[in-house]
């Protein structure tokens, strides 16, 4: 079985799938450092804004996005396989993933703005 | 007065195998077959024979592995039986991926190479002769037939079901047992004690059928590690699957009936009661 996934293009784009947990996780870890330094006091938060703010923070956190957005759109795509049967068309599951993430978009980046 | 019209058909016909189609070019065309042969009495490992086979467009590859034993080499091994997808017989690897030998076309792989291997995951018997013992085992595991609450005599008559009641399970009642999905599963392919997809998919049809209330029956199966909980939705198994029968989706609806036995409500929620 050695190199299974290499074998095969559906193989390989399953293991980009969930490789995409490792790149969350460290957003996540990154996240909670974050927080450690808020406690810490107002130098150590600025300090973690600062490291934020440097090319190769803003390069991960790109390649981040791209491959966490890979995982929503694959876990859209399976969702209906996760649901018993559905008196509607599945994809309709799908879309409304779509639309609620969207929805939920908009929202943040809305109050985001607004904050400033 | 009736006019006769003839068709006009060339006087060989019947003995040149190329006059097929009119589109046809008149050439005999040959692909090179490449096949994996294995005696387990002469052959420490296995090893590949490549095979030139003149074949027509409306050959599939089955026969292409028919026309090498009958006419190039009579000791290759090989299942076939219906030569129309459903007897599940003929599963092969062709080109790496897992298809019925019936139900692939030798015109799709001209010019290049075609190689054929036994189904992956599965111990060789010989050349592309597979042991399936485990799958047929885990079948049998599943208790593949109706458990009813109370059993009916045959007094009672034929027992009635909506066309809704069937749709809940007909899909996956098409299983031919071909085990393309297990050969796709790479879960199955890294630890065989997964009791896999044909098997699961089956195990569901059953409990969604209106006649069954079998589910406490095949719990153990279902519930384990090895049961609906060892699929991590890689979905080949859907793709390969000739029949449409979709074992992703019968696996993975019932990791929610799973999780709630596991909490204790399952079989409360059951709306046609437990044969248990």
């Given at each position: 079985?050695?190199?299974?996934?290499?074998?095969?293009?559906?193989?390989v784009?399953?293991?980009?799938?969930?490789?995409?947990?490792?790149?969350l996780?460290?957003?996540?870890?990154?996240?909670?450092?974050?927080?450690?330094?808020?406690?810490?006091?107002?130098?150590?938060?600025?300090?973690?804004?600062?490291?934020?703010?440097t090319?190769?923070?803003?390069?991960?956190?790109?390649?981040?996005?791209?491959?966490?957005?890979?995982?929503?759109?694959?876990?859209f795509q399976?969702?209906?396989?996760?649901a018993?049967?559905?008196?509607?068309?599945p994809?309709?599951?799908?879309?409304?993933?779509?639309?609620?993430?969207i929805?939920?978009s908009?929202?943040?980046?809305?109050?985001?703005?607004?904050?400033? | 007065?009736?006019?006769?019209?003839?068709?006009?058909?060339?006087?060989?016909?019947?003995?040149?195998?190329?006059?097929?189609?009119?589109?046809?070019?008149?050439?005999?065309?040959?692909?090179?077959?490449?096949?994996l042969?294995?005696?387990?009495?002469?052959?420490?490992q296995?090893?590949?024979?490549?095979?030139?086979?003149?074949?027509?467009?409306?050959?599939?590859?089955?026969?292409?592995?028919?026309?090498?034993?009958?006419?190039?080499?009579?000791?290759?091994?090989?299942?076939?039986?219906?030569?129309?997808?459903?007897?599940?017989?003929?599963?092969?690897?062709?080109?790496?991926?897992?298809?019925?030998?019936?139900?692939?076309?030798?015109?799709?792989?001209?010019p290049?190479?075609?190689?054929?291997?036994?189904?992956?995951?599965?111990?060789?018997?010989?050349?592309?002769?597979?042991?399936?013992?485990?799958?047929?085992?885990?079948?049998?595991?599943?208790?593949?037939?109706?458990?009813?609450?109370?059993?009916?005599?045959?007094?009672?008559g034929?027992?009635?079901?909506?066309?809704?009641?069937?749709?809940?399970?007909?899909?996956?009642?098409?299983?031919?047992?071909?085990?393309?999905?297990?050969?796709?599963c790479?879960?199955?392919?890294?630890?065989?004690?997964?009791i896999?997809?044909a098997?699961?998919?089956?195990?569901?049809?059953?409990?969604?059928?209106?006649?069954?209330q079998?589910?406490?029956?095949?719990a153990?199966i279902?519930?384990?590690?090895?049961?609906?909980?060892?699929?991590?939705?890689?979905?080949?198994?859907?793709?390969?699957?000739?029949?449409?029968?979709?074992?992703?989706?019968?696996i993975?609806?019932?990791?929610?009936?799973?999780t709630?036995?596991?909490?204790?409500?399952?079989?409360?929620?059951?709306?046609?009661g437990?044969?248990?």
């Amino acid at each position: 079985m050695t190199g299974w996934w290499r074998k095969n293009p559906w193989f390989v784009r399953y293991m980009v799938r969930e490789g995409s947990a490792l790149f969350l996780a460290a957003y996540a870890l990154m996240l909670l450092a974050g927080l450690a330094c808020l406690v810490h006091g107002e130098a150590a938060f600025n300090a973690w804004r600062a490291a934020l703010a440097t090319p190769w923070s803003v390069g991960l956190h790109l390649a981040a996005v791209v491959i966490v957005a890979y995982h929503s759109i694959t876990w859209f795509q399976v969702m209906p396989k996760t649901a018993p049967r559905l008196p509607f068309d599945p994809r309709r599951i799908t879309w409304a993933g779509w639309a609620a993430t969207i929805a939920v978009s908009v929202m943040v980046v809305a109050l985001v703005a607004w904050a400033r | 007065m009736r006019t006769e019209v003839k068709a006009e058909i060339p006087a060989d016909a019947a003995r040149d195998i190329t006059h097929v189609s009119a589109t046809h070019d008149s050439a005999t065309r040959n692909l090179e077959i490449e096949c994996l042969r294995y005696h387990p009495d002469t052959d420490a490992q296995p090893r590949f024979q490549t095979y030139t086979v003149p074949f027509r467009d409306d050959m599939s590859v089955l026969q292409g592995l028919q026309y090498i034993k009958d006419h190039l080499d009579g000791s290759l091994s090989f299942r076939w039986s219906c030569r129309m997808a459903i007897c599940g017989s003929c599963g092969q690897m062709i080109n790496g991926v897992p298809q019925l030998a019936c139900h692939a076309f030798l015109r799709d792989y001209f010019p290049g190479k075609l190689r054929v291997e036994p189904l992956q995951h599965f111990p060789i018997i010989r050349d592309l002769v597979i042991d399936q013992t485990d799958f047929l085992n885990k079948l049998e595991s599943v208790k593949p037939w109706l458990i009813p609450k109370d059993p009916q005599p045959l007094s009672a008559g034929a027992q009635r079901q909506t066309p809704q009641q069937m749709d809940a399970y007909y899909a996956y009642s098409q299983c031919i047992n071909c085990q393309l999905c297990y050969a796709a599963c790479p879960q199955y392919g890294l630890d065989s004690s997964f009791i896999g997809p044909a098997a699961l998919a089956l195990l569901h049809r059953y409990n969604a059928d209106s006649r069954d209330q079998g589910w406490a029956a095949r719990a153990d199966i279902a519930n384990a590690e090895d049961g609906v909980w060892g699929c991590t939705l890689v979905g080949y198994c859907t793709e390969v699957c000739p029949k449409g029968v979709d074992p992703a989706h019968a696996i993975n609806q019932n990791k929610v009936n799973s999780t709630l036995d596991y909490v204790g409500l399952g079989r409360l929620l059951m709306p046609k009661g437990s044969a248990e």
